[in-house]
């Protein structure tokens, strides 16, 4: 076992015999993936099990006029061709929206398409069949018929009456708009002795899991359903099935085994998903979907397709005084169920501006319809974009007072001794450390030196450049986040901890494990909550039928919701256990202690049984125990959080990168991140979380781009032409922390997963227009390639 941090030394024990929180343990379970062993969904094979494949809508926009399906059904091994309307008589539709979002509409939408297909890539018709290669043989057998409808794909057309809408009724083309306006902007920029402003566009792009979205339905003769899912939230699965389906939930298991990564992408209910369920209840078989990565392209969910201007006003000693922005997102032609296509948006609004202690702020935002893949939720979910809208225009600020980038961020965050503290936008911060971060990374980057650095090589030609990014990151998020919008989806998370009678614990978590370390932390966490050797943890998760309810993995909530629970369970175990040892050691229970799995004098650490003859006793022998106790060695426990409705990390990260001015092509050279999540469960584990979500966030300022033509067509759905990070092109990242535990919970931890993605862009962007600061010129159009700084330059 590592030793503690210094900094880990500091902070006080949440346990009395604190061993493993805090410490940098192995992941649970990493041995049987690296064997091999997984279990994901395509490892996993039932009796009669049929394949579906899906004729999705080959253009952006069109009106079904009719469906022959004779020749398909013909084919070898096909067992059903089925349109919309025969879903249809299944399941429901549903509409999108949260009634907290004033004024948010969205269309109905099916499992597939009926009279109209509004996106490339929309189901239509399914193709059932004994074989997946079966399946794909018939599929060019369906016959469809259709007239092209006109295609919205510019979201500032999106805005103009006079364009057509996509779907009328609705009265136009706005999915939601909010205004948020703190009184005295004006003044602030009328007094202000710099004005910057600036235009940010965001490309949108996906999120490419090694295992793509995938499922098996098995809807049973006796009318109960069990769904094995790659998804990041069962019990929100089983809810949408009860109701999509008319079923209860005592009916539906939805069951996650290992699931090869998420980052957002299988949070939400897909038209398809609920099409491969309604086809297993209509044929009574166990029925298989697996996307493609082709097919993952075009129906996984998209995200950050953004144009945003912005501007800050700013007095000349550097203080901030106001931001204002207006931001424009785009996010297909329907509101994805059930969390919502606005919310993106909603947070950029929220979080602008968010580490900075101005006053006054005016934001705009308008969601608008278009015919291209529906956008929604992903990693981050709006802090990206407002982080790099927020750094960039603190940095053009700088370079018009001719300050340095470091030195107005110190002037102008929230002070740590400030808590609690309102921002302009009205978001509630509990406890940050921005100063702590600030002065952290500017020793671990050695800035003074590299500031030298770069000076002296641009007297040599070659260009280098430095980019800060302070960053906010919402975690642990309240009842207050969905629950008053009308999406069931439970904020609480929980936990049933079991003794064996062989002294081993088995703990049952709602919060599921999708490569990020889940498992470990809560491992650690039992072992010492209870007082146990790690090696005596055993883990469920993601499974609705044997785990309690929970909210499942989303929103950095992992460890700050799902850990507090597992905690509160494994103290109250601890109690249980510690009472039953006195009863049968005839001691009062106070005097005794749980130490590595066995029963010891508190005082003396005498070792007086061990966990194993609590077992047997408890469970077999409960006749030699008094008759007034109850020997409860199973325990469950909930937690959510009510304190605020989100709970804010913080942090700060500096990117430096090298451009080569003849060729625009950007070189990353070092990449730094200071991080406060809280209490920090498993270093090593957050260490990977921060550096995999910050190569993600570069992915989106530099390479990844979903390209569409004047048709509305995908031209990149492949990984040969839609660019994703790899090895060669990453930066050494170094990661720091900084830890301020919040006080809302035992356990004190924040979220983690997200930050890295958050402010990973702000930092690149910023860094290469540094670089370009001596030619006058600068970008904020992500992904930042070679051709858009050359062109930035003048050169093209």
Not at 232 to 249: I, K, N, S, T
Not at 285 to 301: H, N, Q, T
Not at 411 to 418: H, M, T, Y
Request: net charge negative; proline share 5%; hydrophobic share 40%.
């Amino acid at each position: 076992m590592n030793k503690p941090s210094e900094i880990q030394e500091k902070l006080t024990p949440v346990t009395t015999e604190q061993r493993y929180i805090g410490m940098s343990e192995p992941r649970h379970g990493a041995k049987r993936l690296t064997e091999g062993n997984g279990k994901y969904i395509d490892d996993i094979s039932l009796p009669k099990m049929a394949h579906v494949v899906y004729w999705r809508s080959p253009v952006a926009h069109m009106k079904i006029i009719k469906i022959i399906k004779e020749h398909a059904l013909k084919m070898p091994g096909v067992i059903a061709v089925v349109d919309g309307n025969e879903l249809a008589t299944v399941c429901k539709p549903w509409v999108a929206t949260l009634t907290h979002l004033a004024g948010m509409k969205s269309a109905p939408q099916y499992p597939l398409a009926i009279d109209r297909a509004c996106w490339q890539g929309e189901p239509v018709v399914a193709v059932v069949a004994k074989t997946r290669a079966q399946a794909e043989d018939a599929l060019p057998f369906v016959e469809v018929e259709w007239e092209d409808l006109p295609a919205l794909l510019d979201m500032q057309a999106a805005l103009d009456p006079n364009v057509p809408m996509i779907h009328p009724e609705l009265g136009d083309n706005i999915c939601f708009k909010r205004t948020l306006d703190t009184g005295d902007v004006d003044a602030q920029f009328a007094k202000a002795d710099v004005v910057a402003s600036a235009e940010f566009r965001f490309g949108r792009h996906t999120g490419v899991t090694l295992e793509p979205r995938c499922q098996i339905a098995d809807f049973g003769a006796d009318g109960r359903l069990t769904v094995y899912h790659s998804f990041q939230a069962p019990h929100m699965m089983q809810d949408l099935y009860c109701r999509q389906f008319d079923l209860v939930e005592s009916d539906v298991r939805v069951i996650c085994h290992d699931v090869g990564g998420s980052f957002g992408i299988k949070v939400h209910a897909y038209p398809d998903d609920f099409a491969t369920v309604g086809l297993s209840i209509m044929l009574k078989r166990p029925i298989k979907f697996v996307a493609d990565r082709l097919e993952s392209y075009l129906s996984d969910i998209h995200a950050r397709e953004h144009i945003i201007q912005g501007k800050i006003a700013v007095t000349k000693e550097g203080q901030i005084l106001a931001f204002e922005i207006d931001d424009l997102t785009g996010i297909g032609p329907y509101s994805m169920f059930p969390r919502t296509s606005a919310i993106e948006g909603n947070q950029v609004v929220n979080l602008v501006g968010g580490p900075y202690k101005h006053l006054q702020y005016r934001a705009n935002l308008n969601v608008v319809f278009q015919n291209k893949t529906p956008t929604c939720q992903y990693r981050g979910v709006g802090h990206p974009i407002a982080c790099a809208v927020t750094e960039g225009l603190v940095d053009l600020a700088a370079m018009q007072l001719k300050m340095d980038p470091l030195e107005i961020r110190k002037i102008n965050v929230i002070p740590d001794d400030a808590y609690p503290y309102t921002g302009a936008s009205g978001i509630r911060l509990e406890v940050l450390s921005h100063e702590q971060c600030l002065a952290k990374l500017e020793e671990l980057m050695d800035y003074a030196s590299l500031r030298k650095e770069q000076e002296e090589l641009r007297s040599r030609g070659i260009y280098r450049g430095i980019g800060i990014a302070t960053l906010i990151e919402l975690t642990n998020p309240s009842p207050a986040f969905y629950g008053v919008g009308g999406a069931r989806i439970a904020s609480q998370d929980g936990a049933t901890i079991r003794l064996d009678p062989s002294g081993v614990i088995a703990v049952a978590v709602s919060v599921g494990e999708q490569g990020q370390g889940n498992e470990a932390i809560f491992a650690q966490i039992a072992a010492d909550a209870v007082g146990l050797p790690i090696e005596h943890v055993r883990l469920i998760t993601s499974d609705t039928s044997a785990t309690p309810y929970g909210g499942g993995t989303w929103a950095s909530r992992g460890a700050g919701i799902g850990g507090e629970a597992v905690l509160l369970a494994g103290l109250a175990l601890k109690e249980n256990i510690l009472k039953i040892a006195g009863a049968i050691l005839k001691v009062d229970a106070s005097s005794l202690a749980l130490k590595q799995g066995k029963v010891i004098d508190r005082l003396t650490n005498e070792e007086k049984l061990p966990l194993s003859e609590v077992g047997r006793v408890g469970y077999f022998r409960t006749d030699t125990l008094p008759k007034d106790l109850q020997a409860d060695l199973t325990v469950t426990r909930h937690y959510s959080q009510k304190d605020y409705p989100f709970i804010f990390t913080n942090g700060v990260q500096a990117s430096y990168v090298e451009v080569d001015t003849n060729t625009g092509f950007v070189k990353l050279l070092k990449h730094w991140a200071v991080e406060d999540c809280g209490r920090v469960i498993n270093p090593m584990l957050v260490d990977e979380q921060i550096r995999g979500a910050i190569v993600q966030g570069i992915g989106g300022a530099l390479f990844e781009e979903c390209l569409y033509d004047e048709m509305g067509q995908m031209i990149n759905g492949n990984m040969a032409d839609y660019l994703v990070p790899m090895a060669s092109e990453m930066p050494d990242i170094e990661v720091a922390h900084v830890q301020t535990p919040t006080k809302s919970s035992l356990l004190g931890a924040k979220g983690a997963g997200e930050a890295g993605t958050a402010g990973a862009p702000g930092a690149v962007i910023n860094a290469i227009n540094d670089a370009l600061a001596p030619f006058n010129v600068h970008s904020f159009d992500q992904p930042l390639t070679p051709e858009k700084i050359l062109k930035a330059l003048g050169t093209i």
